[in-house]
């Protein structure tokens, strides 16, 4: 990939993946990006999206536009889960393997792995087993995705890669009170118990499981360098193997932020899977070794832009209330 001159597209480049990507792929030198938002470019419209690559014709393209969710919205609303994430996956594939871009990497997640399976999950773990259920139609969307670029590369060379990265977290993350995954619900709730001055902070289930968790400038370099130096069918997970327990990792955001009450363990709603975490054997064969952000580090930068965040939006609707989210 040569970054004076290819045409780079990052798809979803105003989400959390998309925009790490951009972010190295710009410190990197890279000069040709192309970037539309959704309200620019419904990838969702098969007839806009052909159109799109026919006028660019980009020669890289990052897939990383897809429509994500934590577990209520998964289970609110898994028609557009399903619906849109095969759409727009089936339209960005096949309109770039028809105009001729030389190469497209694909995000799966990790959960498109059975519920059950051994860890840590290698990637032949792939439909050995029952999915999770509050989460299926966007993992079964997903695992058509990664088929699909397996088959345009059987049936017609087209050089598609498919990575599954872990549970990711970072600046851009979303911080929704419903919507969002752990790490920025965590930050979110910590950092409104530390305005409020509350007494404890109530998490639910035993804080044993174990979760790994990937800083997501990580993965953009990650990714950029499978973009450059990979090219098969197999696909590849992309994790940190840095694996801790949600008691940990309450700790450490309650640290972050700075929030001074009790952490509780409500051990009467349910835990989830006990453990799950990516073999990434293959990644670091492909790569060698690599440095990881250490999860303080990463969560104080994700703190950082959470508070930008919140305090943009606080000026922009309640210019009073934002002095008090500054303390
Ligand atoms: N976050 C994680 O922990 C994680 C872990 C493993 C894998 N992944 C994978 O990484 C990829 C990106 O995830 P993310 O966390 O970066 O998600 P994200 O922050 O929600 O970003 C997704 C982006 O896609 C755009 N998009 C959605 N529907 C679109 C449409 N119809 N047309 C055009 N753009 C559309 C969104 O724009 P709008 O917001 O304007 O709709 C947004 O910018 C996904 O494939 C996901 O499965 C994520």
């Given at each position: 990939?040569?970054l004076?001159q290819?045409?780079?597209?990052v798809a ?6 998309g925009g790490?990507?951009?972010r190295?792929?710009?410190?990197l030198g890279?000069?040709?990006l192309i970037?539309?938002s959704?309200?620019e ?5 098969q007839a ?9 014709r980009?020669?890289y393209v990052?897939?990383?536009a897809a429509?994500?969710?934590g577990?209520h919205?998964n289970s ?7 619906r849109?994430n ?6 960005v594939?096949?309109?770039?393997w ?7 990497l ?13 860890q ?11 999915l ?10 997903k695992?058509?995705?990664?088929r699909m ?6 049936e017609h060379?087209?050089?598609?890669i ?6 990711l ?5 979303n911080?929704h009170p419903e ?9 979110r709730r ?8 509350a007494?404890d902070?109530?998490?639910?289930g ?8 990937l800083y997501?400038d990580?993965?953009a370099?990650a990714?950029?360098?499978l973009?450059?130096h990979?090219?098969?069918e ?5 994790g940190?193997?840095i694996e ?6 309450a ?7 700075g929030y001074?009450g009790k ?6 709603k349910?835990?989830?899977?006990p ?11 492909l ?7 250490a999860?303080?580090?990463?969560l ?6 959470f508070r930008?965040n919140?305090?943009?939006a606080q ?9 008090d989210?500054?303390k």
């Amino acid at each position: 990939m040569d970054l004076q001159q290819s045409r780079i597209y990052v798809a979803g480049h105003r989400g959390l993946v998309g925009g790490a990507i951009v972010r190295h792929l710009t410190s990197l030198g890279a000069r040709n990006l192309i970037l539309r938002s959704h309200r620019e470019l419904d990838l969702s419209n098969q007839a806009a999206v052909d159109e799109f690559f026919a006028a660019k014709r980009p020669d890289y393209v990052f897939l990383a536009a897809a429509k994500v969710g934590g577990i209520h919205a998964n289970s609110t609303y898994p028609a557009e889960f399903i619906r849109d994430n095969l759409a727009i996956q089936t339209n960005v594939i096949h309109s770039a393997w028809k105009h001729r871009a030389k190469k497209l990497l694909f995000l799966g997640s990790s959960c498109i792995y059975p519920r059950d399976c051994p860890q840590p999950i290698k990637e032949e773990y792939l439909l050995t087993g029952p999915l999770e259920s509050t989460n299926e139609p966007y993992a079964i969307a997903k695992i058509a995705g990664l088929r699909m670029c397996q088959a345009y590369r059987r049936e017609h060379g087209f050089d598609a890669i498919v990575t599954m990265p872990t549970n990711l977290y970072g600046p851009g993350d979303n911080y929704h009170p419903e919507n969002a995954h752990v790490i920025p619900a965590l930050i979110r709730r910590f950092h409104e118990s530390k305005l409020s001055n509350a007494s404890d902070i109530n998490i639910w289930g035993s804080g044993k499981p174990l979760r790994e968790f990937l800083y997501v400038d990580d993965l953009a370099r990650a990714l950029v360098l499978l973009m450059e130096h990979y090219s098969g069918e197999e696909m590849v997970n992309v994790g940190s193997g840095i694996e801790v327990s949600i008691a940990t990792l309450a700790h450490a955001i309650s640290n972050v932020v700075g929030y001074e009450g009790k952490i509780m363990f409500d051990h009467s709603k349910p835990d989830g899977t006990p453990r799950k975490l990516l073999d990434c054997s293959r990644m670091r064969a492909l790569l060698g070794p690599t440095v990881m952000t250490a999860l303080e580090d990463g969560l104080t930068k994700t703190y950082v832009d959470f508070r930008d965040n919140v305090l943009n939006a606080q000026r922009d609707m309640h210019p009073d209330l934002a002095q008090d989210a500054e303390k």
